[in-house]
């Protein structure tokens, strides 16, 4: 089963690089943030299954934290768009 996760987790490191290449290439501004939405997600997925890997419950609270902050990153942008229209 370790194996799996393993695999997951290397999907999800893919999708960020992905991701990377959207940051660097987005035309926008919305696509940017998007894809911060995106990292915040996978980081979360990552952390959660490292913590089963490596068995650390430790992960598991980073990864609620981590959680728990991004959406107030949407909520910054938002406001910050308002703002500038």
């Known amino acids: 089963m370790i194996e799996y996760l393993s ?13 990377l290449g959207r940051i660097l ?3 926008s501004s919305a696509d940017r943030m998007l894809t911060s939405q995106l ?6 997925s990552i952390l959660i299954l ?3 890997i490596q068995n650390q419950s430790a992960l598991i609270n980073v990864a609620f934290v981590l959680a728990l ?4 990153t949407l909520i910054t942008f938002v406001r910050l768009r308002k703002r500038s229209l």
């Open 7 to 19: 695999v997951i987790v290397g999907l999800l490191v893919l999708a960020l690089l992905v991701g």
């Open 25 to 27: 290439l987005g035309p």
């Open 39 to 44: 990292f915040s997600t996978a980081g979360v």
């Open 50 to 52: 490292l913590a089963i």
């Open 69 to 72: 902050l991004a959406p107030l």
